[in-house]
């Protein structure tokens, strides 16, 4: 399985683009990238997902360099309430396991 | 669309007592249902893979005697700590997958279990 790597910590400040990139060096041909968001006491929540080139959706974008092994998670004019832990995801193509890192508690500031 | 309930949201229990923990999708039909136990400032761990109609499969270290799953339908699996301990108290987070071949999961709003 695709083992996940991003940074344990963001600061940001409120109204800033914040970018965090998770690297993903054996990622397999048919793996999917999938980004999560999770609130305390709440389970995680669905951001965005991308197999290769750019991804956009309402809320975010996502950056898959030509060789997979790296993404970025762009979140535009972050608030207050996009303080969360968010955790970058290889979806195993064959049965579908998500394995969670330790992903990446960003902490917006006022 | 694509929404996931747990049930109850906390629980408090006895030593030595039975949980069960409900799973639904509300709105698709879940072929494979999966289970998660977060503790307190860590990440998710995976505990067992749960398809309809069929026996779920647990990951090392997970001791499926003490937790029973059941996916009688396409949208509801159940966990049950059996002789819960107070070790057993933390977050289980359930997700379901709509269809084979659709990867992306969509997790309920997780249990918080309390063993005293």
Redesign the interface.
């Given at each position: 399985l695709a083992k996940t790597t991003q940074p344990i910590s963001m600061d940001s400040y409120e109204g800033q683009e914040v970018n965090i990139t998770c690297s993903h060096n054996n990622i397999a041909t048919n793996d999917?990238i999938?980004w999560?968001q999770q609130f305390p006491?709440?389970?995680?929540?669905?951001i965005i997902?991308g197999y290769k080139t750019k991804v956009t959706n309402e809320v975010a974008s996502l950056f898959i360099p030509a060789d997979r092994k790296s993404s970025t998670l762009s979140l535009p004019r972050v608030s207050l309430s996009d303080t969360a832990v968010y955790?970058c995801l290889v979806?195993y193509?064959q049965?579908?396991?998500?394995?969670?890192?330790?992903?990446t508690e960003l902490s917006v500031k006022p | 669309g694509?929404v996931?309930s747990?049930h109850p949201s906390r629980v408090i229990c006895k030593s030595g007592t039975s949980v069960k923990i409900e799973c639904r999708s509300l709105d698709f039909q879940a072929t494979?249902m999966?289970w998660?136990r977060q503790f307190p400032k860590q990440?998710?761990?995976?505990m067992a893979?749960s398809n309809e109609g069929s026996k779920a499969t647990y990951e090392q270290g997970v001791e499926k005697d003490k937790f029973l799953i059941n996916h009688a339908s396409l949208t509801l699996s159940t966990l049950t700590v059996t002789s819960a301990h107070p070790e057993d108290s933390s977050?289980y987070?359930c997700?379901a997958?709509m269809a084979i071949g659709q990867?992306?999961?969509?997790?309920?709003?997780?249990t918080?279990l309390l063993v005293l």
């Open positions: 999917y999938t999560y006491s709440q389970g995680p929540r669905f997902q955790y979806i193509n049965g579908g396991k998500l394995i969670f890192g330790q992903g | 694509a996931v747990q494979t999966f998660y990440s998710l761990m995976l893979t977050f987070i997700s997958r990867e992306t999961q969509y997790f309920g709003p997780g918080r």
